[in-house]
């Protein structure tokens, strides 16, 4: 099955930093999807990206899908102590039938610490 | 009112014990999925069911079993339950069209 890789595991910034992180795909994916999991609750999606080469904001995040639909990234400018929290990447594969549809595979998550 | 509720929010049990987690939904969707968390290993997907009449296994099935009793209510059963089965259990659901899932806000299980 598909596997992905998501670096780095955490991190520790100061307040304003900007942030970057990836995940990496052995496979192709045709959908990528950025969440973010706050302390006792569950994940929110952040970014969904479609196309490779498409490059998304929202605020101050940025997601891009890579060229060769393996790989992924998401940078936070102006890092705030609200960004606090796991961040997962999530890959959606649709097979010749279509019936993998739905179902996503999650990145480990990389947690985010922010010192003000 | 949240659109994904899961009970209970935490629970703990003894090994052996069956137990059950409950997920339901207001948002009218067709799909609905259970999730388990554990640290660094991200989201791993147990079962998952595109409507009523139709389950499947995911990737981590062994020791688990699902009920969709309604499209709003999907439920998850431990029939013996065992340490290595501590973890957060996320619900979640998507809309057919939608490969955006939105999650309930999870059990929190011990089993001691």
């Known amino acids: 099955g598909q596997q992905l890789n998501q670096s780095p595991q955490s991190m520790f910034i100061q307040e304003g930093e900007d942030v970057s992180m990836n995940c990496t795909s052995s496979?192709?994916?045709?959908?990528w999807l950025w969440y973010k999991q706050d302390p006792g609750e569950g994940p929110v999606l952040l970014i969904a990206l479609y196309k490779a080469g498409e490059l998304t904001s929202n605020g101050r995040l940025t997601a891009q899908f890579g060229i060769t639909r393996k790989d992924s990234f998401l940078n936070i400018s102006a890092s705030i102590p609200s960004d606090v929290g796991i961040y997962f990447c999530?890959?959606?594969?649709?097979?010749?039938?279509?019936?993998?549809?739905?179902?996503?595979?999650f990145g480990q998550g990389t947690i985010l610490t922010v010192h003000p | 009112d949240a659109d994904v509720t899961q009970t209970p929010r935490n629970r703990i049990t003894k090994t052996g014990k069956r137990i059950m987690l409950e997920c339901s939904q207001t948002k009218g969707h067709d799909r609905m999925y259970w999730y388990r968390q554990d640290p660094g290993l991200g989201l791993r997907l147990i079962y998952y069911?595109?409507?009523?009449?139709?389950?499947n296994k995911g990737e981590i099935s062994d020791g688990y079993s699902v009920s969709r009793q309604a499209q709003a209510k999907f439920s998850l059963s431990l029939e013996s339950a065992i340490p290595n089965q501590t973890a957060l259990y996320f619900c979640?659901?998507?809309?057919?069209?939608?490969?955006?899932?939105?999650f309930g806000p999870g059990t929190r299980l011990l089993v001691l």
């Open positions: 979640a659901t998507s809309d057919y069209f939608q490969e955006t899932q939105y």
């Open positions: 999530a890959g959606q594969f649709l097979n010749a039938g279509g019936t993998s549809y739905g179902k996503l595979t």
């Open positions: 069911s595109f409507d009523v009449k139709d389950i």
């Open positions: 496979s192709i994916f045709n959908t």
